[in-house]
Nanobody, 122 residues
Framework: QVQLVESGGGSVQAGGSLRLSCSAS????????MGWFRQAPGKEREGVAT?????????YYADSVKGRFTISRDNAKNTVYLQMNSLKPEDSAMYYC??????????????WGQGTQVTVSS
């Protein structure tokens, strides 16, 4: 049974930082894509960042977060992180950990976490 458990969401003022964590179990973590997606009320779910968990650790970011967010992984802990800096009110959303999601494509996600809320106030 695949489980993705997120943590680290919360409320922060604009310009602040948060770090999200996602611990994966029951899933072949290595040599797969792991990613973060988000969904704001009334909007479609969108890709934020993905990372390949093989040797290359290739990363891919949505244009809206480039230079502010950093995705990383710890293969030994089956955990992926999302460091979010210089947060903006438009970053407010439910953030979902995803197993799969290469290319930030929702349809390529195999499994979803339960989500963690991020709220950025101006």
């Amino acid at each position: 049974q695949v489980q993705l458990v997120e943590s680290g969401g919360g409320s922060v003022q604009a310009g602040g930082s948060l770090r999200l964590s996602c611990s994966a179990s029951g899933y072949t973590f290595r040599r797969n894509y792991m990613g973060w997606f988000r969904q704001a009320p009334g909007k479609e779910r969108e890709g934020v960042a993905t990372i390949y968990t093989g040797t290359s650790a290739y990363t891919y970011y949505a244009d809206s977060v480039k230079g502010r967010f950093t995705i990383s992984r710890d293969n030994a802990k089956n955990t992926v992180y999302l460091q979010m800096n210089s947060l903006k009110p438009e970053d407010s959303a439910m953030y979902y950990c995803a197993a799969g999601g290469g290319g930030l494509v929702v349809a390529s996600v195999n499994y979803w976490g339960q989500g963690t809320q991020v709220t950025v106030s101006s």
